[in-house]
């Protein structure tokens, strides 16, 4: 649920042929998604949400402050997710605080 959420908010970020292309090929996939995760959160999602304060930080700062939760879910978010690997620090940051 919570990447789905994140990816809906790195979309806003990005333009609209990509948005676009997004939501034509993971529309059936994510409903599907969200009905298996939505009871529960997962520990994956669990690095995303726990790094909201470093991700503040980090957005406050302008990039100077950079904690270990916001570097783990950074890294989390990229191992698994394309759209996430193409997004700077500064756009996932504030997609996580978006949450």
Known sequence: MIR???????LACAT????????????????????????SSSGNDKVVLQARDDAASFVASDGRIRGAQLEAALRHLRERDALARRASDMQLAQAILAL
């Open 4 to 10: 789905a959420t994140l990816i809906f908010a790195l």
């Open 16 to 39: 609209p042929a990509i948005a676009g292309s997004f939501a034509a090929t993971s529309a059936g996939s994510s409903a599907a998604g969200s009905s298996a995760s939505s009871h």
